[in-house]
């Protein structure tokens, strides 16, 4: 199961919408609003690969009407994120002081936005049937694919807190807010990027 779980970690670690978007709640409102955000990542991940694990993603993903209705919802919501984040490059770096209470969404949004996010990202999909096809083979005992989860959503936390911790940092939250527009403008463009991308691809 080695080579799963470093698949896993590779694909997790390197930069992306979830790992940026974890970064900019981090520098904006703090680390626990991080560490609630990327909860919710976690939990959209899990899903994918519970659905993974089951065979329900490949099925689906073969599935034409199926696999179009959902393209079309995940890149709607990537679309929504790219105009917020293209909105707060463009409106400047207002209200984004750590501990603003005004400016801090409260956690269940924080980690709804988060779940919504990885859900509707295609690399959380694609790292998922990668990691059960190389986890998972003929004659695996039924509690494998279980455990590779488990572990895997550990490894993620393990990821996913270190961007937290990193980005509430107080002189990386001042870089933050020093360089706001272009960091949101480059979301902007991950977002847009993720959902084009996924409405051109013929496979989620």
């Known amino acids: 199961m080695t080579p799963a779980f470093l698949t896993y970690l590779a694909m997790t670690a390197s930069p992306g919408p979830g790992t940026m978007a974890i970064g ?3 520098a904006r409102h703090g680390r626990r609003s991080g560490l609630v955000f990327a909860a919710g990542l976690l939990a959209g991940g899990a899903s ?31 679309f929504w994120l790219s105009w917020r984040s293209a909105r707060a490059a463009l409106n400047g770096a207002q209200n984004i002081a750590p501990g603003n209470a005004e400016a801090t969404p409260r956690w269940h949004v924080l980690a709804r936005r988060g779940f919504i996010l990885q859900i509707s990202n ?15 083979h003929a004659g695996s005992s039924p509690v494998v694919p279980f455990a590779v989860i488990t572990t895997c959503e550990v490894l993620g936390m393990a990821v996913f807190a270190g961007y937290a911790f990193v980005f509430s940092i107080s002189a990386v939250a001042r870089g933050y807010r020093r360089a706001y527009r272009w960091i949101e403008g480059t979301l902007a463009g991950l977002f847009a990027a993720a959902g084009i991308r996924l409405l051109v691809s013929p496979r989620l």
């Open 24 to 26: 900019a709640v981090a």
């Open 122 to 136: 295609p690399k959380s999909v694609l790292t998922w049937i990668a990691v059960m096809a190389l986890g998972v």
């Open 48 to 78: 994918w690969a519970v659905l993974a694990a089951l065979g329900v993603s490949t099925v689906l993903a073969s599935v034409s009407q199926a696999m179009i209705a959902l393209k079309a919802a995940c890149a709607a919501f990537l």
